[in-house]
């Protein structure tokens, strides 16, 4: 198994460089409260696609969801067009953003929830089976809302959600944080974790040492589709409208964020934290494009490469080559 | 997965096997055909329009791309592997390949630019192959790693501008009739390029069953770790794999632009979930070590007259994705199913 430690120091040192380097180019305006805010709310909606990216491929077997942005839409179209057809957001605003929000979670954790049953139930390959979902929930949404953008508004709640500040870090970072940290813990400290880590690293000795193989996994892929319904109320949030082909990237982006926090492919190994990191490190990375003037085309071409690099690095341990006394080889 | 394995293990002397389900797991291309041959007909009594030869002509060169697809998508999902990246490889060439003959060679024949786009495919496809082989991490992640590069590379550095005019050969290779007869006072013309997708198909069919490489690649979409120690080497394989689906994207690519007659780079990327539906709807499994040649074709005409013939029986199109989505996990529980039976 891979070193540990070794990963999240190096994306702590990639994390202060980048700023560094950022801060250096853009004579600190890089720093600026602003832009750091604002990069603070770009962030949740792919880390919470991220996150669940990562659970689904611990969970080994070639486990692996392809499906996070489409269940996103998905989530956030279909709560938008049931909500919107009893409530409007202009004339209740708190009731609309709660119902809103209620609906998204629920249509993410169904969605996940059916990915579940599919590969644990019926012995679907992951693969396959997210790829067929990916292609059902973004079709559900093409249909739900005829193809064209639902408008959700800006409700108080639901904006706030979106656009507002708590004591200067934007809500949607704070909650993306929260969230975060609760599946950090759900990971380290209950059964559950613990199931999902053994059970990727050895799937064969998992089921003979009695695990609850298909509650786990279908506990795993429901979290993953909660997280995207989560991400599915931060995308209308932070947009007006919700459309079925929204973040046609973040795919990519998602599945670049797990390698590059080292999360194992094969399964039995990732952590939270360093999922968050890799993410702030991508979404500084994005914005120095940005501040660069690159075209949306170069930054394809750059994700691409970084992913390709970031394997490389985990499969020749470049991490523990440059720091071989701090880190710990397991197993 | 393993609870299955060990009753499976244990029920070696199956004592009554079903005669059907023990026919349609060995040649699940079966299926396939049964359920095109059943909308087909169902088709034909709602709107007998189906029937007309103009959209039998149409569906047959709406097949063409996406078969030359399938093929070299079959053949990494024979062993084992999966390929997203082939719809960048052929957007790759086939523009850089229009940008090229009409910029320095605009009279160039048709059948070096044919080579040519094989070739820049094939090129690609070893990238493909050789990381795959190298980083050891399922080749899902690698190909939406090449996929973006190349696509970013396409974009970013060689152009965004649609080609309206082709050059002259490629426009005339994509007018080149085969067949051409008057319907209701409409030409219709089925292309020359069509015999292009037989004769990938009779290629790809001679090389899995015919040769060593065949061989080989079923043994590693089987076991491989096996087949490495069998002394076949992982390597050529990887890299000749990828460099097969790659050369037939490129020449997908190609055929694709004289098709349209013009040259778009933003096109086919996206088309990937489609062209892997068909391949596990002709009866490939995505774990390799399975598959035929004709079960791939039959998926690919699955999946294109599904895609066309919504609209004649009066579904909206919005469904399409619905449909297409709903067949790949029905078949992918149904292979699953034969498999346990046994």
């Known amino acids: ?331 | 997965m393993s609870a299955t394995h060990l009753t499976e293990s244990a029920a070696v002397p199956v004592p009554r096997p079903n005669r059907l389900l023990e026919l349609v797991r060995r040649r699940p291309e079966i299926i396939t055909l049964v359920l095109l041959v059943a909308i087909c007909v169902a088709v034909s009594i709602i709107n007998p329009a189906f029937l007309q030869p103009s959209s039998l002509v149409d569906i047959g060169r709406a097949s063409v791309v996406m078969g030359l697809f399938a093929l070299g998508v079959f053949i990494i999902l024979a062993a084992g592997g999966i390929d997203v990246s082939f719809t960048a490889i052929a957007a790759f060439t086939m523009y850089s390949m229009t940008l090229l003959v009409k910029n320095h060679w605009p009279d160039a024949p048709i059948s070096l630019v044919l080579v040519a786009a094989t070739a820049g495919g094939a090129l690609l496809g070893v990238v493909n192959g050789l990381l795959v082989h190298y980083l050891k991490v399922p080749s899902l992640i690698v190909t939406i790693g090449t996929q973006y590069l190349f696509r970013g590379i396409l974009l970013a550095f060689i152009g965004t501008v649609w080609i309206m005019s082709l050059p002259p050969t490629m426009g005339a290779f994509g007018r080149l009739p085969l067949v051409q007869f008057d319907s209701g006072g409409r030409t219709i013309t089925l292309p020359f390029y069509f015999l292009v997708l037989p004769a990938a198909a009779l290629i790809t069919w001679w090389m899995l069953n015919r040769t060593l490489m065949g061989r080989a690649i079923f043994a590693v979409g089987g076991n491989a770790n096996v087949a490495e120690r069998l002394g076949y080497s992982l390597r050529t394989i990887h890299v000749f794999m990828f460099a097969y689906a790659g050369a037939l994207a490129g020449l997908a690519g190609i055929i694709h632009t004289a098709a349209n007659r013009q040259s778009n780079p933003f096109d086919l990327v996206g088309t990937e979930i489609n062209v892997i539906a068909a391949v596990v709807l002709g009866g490939a499994r995505i774990t390799g070590g399975t598959g035929t040649v004709i079960g791939t074709l039959l998926g690919v005409l699955l999946v294109v007259v599904v895609n066309s013939v919504l609209v004649m029986v009066g579904i909206p199109s919005t469904w399409q994705r619905v449909v297409v989505g709903a067949f790949i996990l029905l078949a992918a529980a149904f292979f699953v199913f034969c498999q346990k039976k046994n």
Request: aromatic share 10%.
């Open chain 1, 1 to 331: 198994m891979r070193t540990t430690g070794g990963q999240l120091v190096m994306l702590v040192v990639i994390n202060v460089a980048l700023l560094a380097f950022g801060a250096a180019i853009s004579g600190g305006t890089f720093l600026s409260p602003f832009n750091l805010q604002s990069m603070a709310g770009q962030l949740p909606e792919i880390g919470f696609l991220a996150i669940g990216v990562m659970l689904a491929m611990c969970a080994g077997n070639g486990g692996i969801d392809l499906s996070g942005i489409a269940l996103a839409n998905l989530s956030g179209v279909v709560s938008a067009v049931v909500v919107g057809s009893f409530l409007s957001s202009a004339d209740q605003p708190a009731a609309y953003s709660l119902a809103f929000i209620a609906g998204a979670l629920v249509v993410g954790v169904l969605g996940g929830t059916f990915n579940g049953v599919l590969i644990s139930r019926l012995n679907i390959t992951p693969i396959l089976c997210t790829l067929g979902t990916q292609m059902l929930f973004t079709g559900l949404a093409v249909v739900a809302s005829d193809g064209r953008a639902v408008t959700v508004g800006s409700p108080d709640l639901l904006s706030e959600i979106g656009n507002g500040l708590f004591l200067g870090v934007p809500i949607s970072f704070v909650i993306f944080i929260a969230v975060a940290a609760f599946i950090a813990a759900l990971l380290k400290f209950t059964p559950f974790g613990l199931w999902l880590m053994l059970m990727g690293t050895n799937p064969k000795a998992a089921v003979y040492a009695g695990f609850p193989r298909t509650k786990v996994l279908i506990a795993t892929y429901a979290t993953s589709g909660l997280l995207s319904g989560l991400a599915g109320v931060i995308i209308a949030a932070r947009n007006v409208n919700v459309k079925w082909d929204y973040g046609t990237s973040y795919l990519l982006i998602a599945i670049l964020i797990a390698v590059m926090a080292g999360v194992r492919p094969e399964g039995g190994y990732g952590r939270v934290i360093c999922v968050v990191l890799a993410a702030i490190a991508l979404q500084l990375m994005s914005s120095m494009l940005n501040f660069g003037g690159l075209s949306n085309f170069v930054r394809d071409f750059a994700w691409g490469a970084l992913l390709l690099t970031f394997l490389a690095v985990g499969r020749y341990n470049v991490v523990g080559f440059l720091n071989p006394n701090k880190s710990k080889k397991l197993v």
